[in-house]
């Protein structure tokens, strides 16, 4: 069973960039067609989709963060990465790692695994 | 990309159904069968309950359905039970590869 976990400094200064890694284990995380997302989620609200990997390395991002976001992954350590550049306050979220929905060998869009969260404190 | 529309919160008795509704545009829910709709309780991550609109994981009790028409989703979970109390999210895929989150409702059980 895929398990997922964030790591990273929980606080982060203004104008700083934060990084976050996600450590994927109970599976290779280059087997198959999997994708592999980032999610936020401001204290007290929604989710927010920040941005995605293939395996391969081909990324998509939310266009709203796309200035600020790299996601990229390492197969030989089992990881992907999140880096967000120039945060403020209103990057203060718990920050989410999930993989997309693998059922039955078959790749459906959505999210299937997801990590336990981790908070991040943008202050100085 | 603006998030998905969804009332801030639904309520029912136990036993009965409750219907969350998830609004979108044309671009996203209405242009594409990838929707998809999560739980989440508090101070845990999100589990998701249905894909594709209406598919159910392995694992999810059948009192949970999904449908769409147009550009709005609804997911209906039927003989509302005290777990069933969490904040719900409906997530579209929303084309080139990217997705769009709706707003949450919170669904309490009366």
């Known amino acids: 069973q895929v398990q997922l976990q964030e790591s990273g400094p929980g606080l982060v200064k203004p104008s700083q960039t934060l990084s976050l890694t996600c450590t994927v284990s109970?599976?290779?995380?280059?087997?198959?067609?999997?994708?592999w997302n980032w999610i936020r989620q401001p204290a007290g609200k929604g989710l927010e989709w920040i941005g995605r990997?293939?395996?391969?390395?081909?990324?998509n991002y939310n266009p709203s963060l796309k200035s600020r976001v790299t996601v990229s992954i390492d197969t030989s350590k089992n990881q992907f990465s999140l880096r967000l550049s120039s945060v403020t306050a209103a990057d203060t979220a718990v920050y989410y790692c999930?993989?997309?929905?693998?059922?039955?060998?078959?790749?459906?869009?959505?999210?299937?695994?997801w990590g336990q969260g981790t908070t991040v404190i943008v202050s100085s | 990309q603006s998030a998905l529309t969804q009332p801030r919160s639904v309520s029912g008795s136990p036993g009965r159904s409750v219907t969350i509704s998830c609004t979108g545009r044309?671009?996203?829910?209405?242009?594409?069968?990838?929707v998809s709709w999560y739980q989440q309780h508090p101070g845990r991550a999100p589990k998701f309950v249905i894909f594709?609109?209406?598919k159910r994981p392995s694992g999810v009790p059948d009192r949970f359905s999904g449908s769409k028409s147009g550009n709005t989703a609804s997911l209906t979970i039927s003989g509302l039970q005290g777990e069933d109390e969490a904040d719900y999210y409906c997530?579209?895929?929303?084309?080139?590869?990217?997705?769009?989150f709706g707003t949450g409702t919170k669904v309490s059980v009366l």
């Open positions: 999930a993989r997309d929905i693998f059922v039955d060998y078959t790749h459906y869009y959505g999210m299937d695994v």
């Open positions: 109970g599976g290779s995380i280059s087997r198959g067609y999997y994708y």
């Open positions: 990997i293939y395996t391969s390395g081909t990324t």
């Open positions: 044309s671009s996203d829910v209405g242009a594409y069968n990838y």
């Open positions: 594709d609109v209406s």
């Open positions: 997530c579209s895929y929303a084309g080139s590869q990217t997705y769009v």
